[in-house]
Nanobody
Framework: VQLQASGGGRVQSGGSLRLACAAS????????IGWFRQAPGKEREGVAC????????HYADSVKGRFTISRDNAKNTVYLEMNSLQAEDAAVYYCAADIIADTLRDNFDYWGQGTQVTVSS
C-alpha cells in the first residue's frame, strides 16, 4: 500500500488543521493507521492510531482531547483533526499503515512522506 499525507501548513497558535492520509494499492479499512511526528532534533513520536482489529483509537497524552483520528472508508483516507495547536505540535507529520497494528507501540510497515506543520505564536 502506498500512502500520501497532505494537509500540513502554517497556522497560528490555537488554530486547527486537518491532515489526510490517502492510500492506493490497498484498502485502509483493513489496516491499522498511525500518525507520527518528528520535530527537528527530536525523536519520532507516535501521535494517534486507529487499530486494524476494531478501529479503536489511541492517542499520545500530549494530544488527547485536541486531536482526533478517523477513517473515511469511501475515500480510502484516514484523517487527523488537530485543534488548539501549540508551538510544541510543530513537526513533520507522517502517516503509517500496518495490517496488524493496533497501538502506537506496534511496528508499521508502510510509511508515507511527511507533511510539515508549522505553528506560529
Amino acid at each position: 500500500v502506498q500512502l500520501q499525507a497532505s494537509g500540513g501548513g502554517r497556522v497560528q497558535s490555537g488554530g486547527s488543521l486537518r491532515l489526510a492520509c490517502a492510500a492506493s494499492g490497498g484498502n485502509l479499512r483493513y489496516y491499522g493507521i498511525g500518525w507520527f511526528r518528528q520535530a527537528p532534533g527530536k525523536e519520532r513520536e507516535g501521535v494517534a492510531c486507529i487499530s486494524s482489529s476494531d478501529s479503536s483509537t489511541h492517542y499520545a497524552d500530549s494530544v488527547k482531547g485536541r486531536f482526533t483520528i478517523s477513517r473515511d472508508n469511501a475515500k480510502n483516507t484516514v484523517y487527523l483533526e488537530m485543534n488548539s495547536l501549540q508551538a510544541e505540535d510543530a513537526a513533520v507529520y507522517y502517516c503509517a499503515a500496518d495490517i496488524i497494528a493496533d497501538t502506537l507501540r506496534d511496528n508499521f510497515d508502510y510509511w508515507g512522506q511527511g507533511t510539515q506543520v508549522t505553528v506560529s505564536s
